[in-house]
């Protein structure tokens, strides 16, 4: 999901390489709204079987929000984002043709789940340029998880 949402946002200007071209496992173009509902519909699937992943969860609810600023800016001709965050035309957008529609439909659902079992993720979203939400790391980490730890390798016998 993290790969395939950092794709998206090439395409979508907000990362270098937007001539980049997302394709399914047959190497078939994938459209937006394709990539959209196979990873919503993997989020919404682990949902409805009781297992919170977080990491999921933010992956998705970033792709909602890049793929909804950036139908409002190619509707609009202004960008969408939050006042006063950076706005950084990286490259110009490359996002073949996709319905809207499937996504709007697909974006209420998990918009739903968002708020009701990730209530802190779509607040912290509309304050965030989404030319920052690469790498993702970043957006979501609040300085309590714990360091990683390096293995200690045992010494080579000489």
Same mark, same amino acid.
Request: proline letters at 8%.
């Given at each position: 999901? %993290?790969?395939?949402?950092?794709?998206?946002?090439?395409?979508?200007? &907000? /990362?270098? &390489?937007?001539?980049?071209?997302?394709?399914?496992?047959?190497?078939?173009?994938?459209?937006?709204?394709?990539?959209?509902?196979?990873?919503?519909?993997?989020?919404?699937? *682990?949902?409805? @079987?009781?297992? @919170?992943?977080?990491?999921? /969860?933010?992956?998705?609810?970033?792709? $909602?929000?890049? %793929? %909804?600023?950036?139908? &409002?800016?190619?509707?609009?001709?202004?960008?969408?984002?939050?006042?006063?965050?950076?706005?950084?035309?990286?490259?110009?957008?490359?996002?073949?043709?996709?319905?809207?529609?499937?996504?709007?439909?697909?974006?209420?659902?998990? &918009?739903?789940? $968002? /708020?009701?079992?990730?209530?802190?993720?779509?607040?912290? *979203?509309?304050?965030?340029?989404?030319?920052?939400?690469?790498?993702?790391? @970043?957006?979501?980490?609040?300085?309590?998880?714990?360091?990683?730890?390096?293995?200690? *390798?045992?010494?080579? /016998?000489?």
């Amino acid at each position: 999901g %993290e790969e395939y949402l950092q794709a998206a946002l090439m395409q979508m200007g &907000r /990362a270098k &390489r937007s001539n980049i071209e997302i394709t399914d496992e047959r190497g078939k173009p994938l459209p937006l709204d394709a990539g959209i509902k196979l990873l919503a519909n993997g989020f919404i699937e *682990l949902t409805e @079987k009781g297992i @919170k992943a977080r990491n999921m /969860a933010e992956t998705v609810a970033l792709l $909602l929000e890049a %793929e %909804e600023r950036f139908h &409002r800016e190619r509707m609009t001709g202004h960008a969408a984002e939050p006042p006063g965050t950076p706005v950084r035309k990286v490259t110009k957008p490359s996002v073949p043709s996709y319905d809207r529609t499937a996504v709007a439909a697909v974006a209420g659902e998990v &918009r739903g789940i $968002l /708020a009701r079992d990730y209530p802190d993720i779509l607040p912290t *979203l509309a304050k965030i340029s989404s030319y920052d939400f690469s790498p993702i790391n @970043k957006l979501f980490n609040d300085g309590k998880t714990a360091p990683v730890k390096k293995p200690v *390798l045992p010494a080579l /016998a000489a």
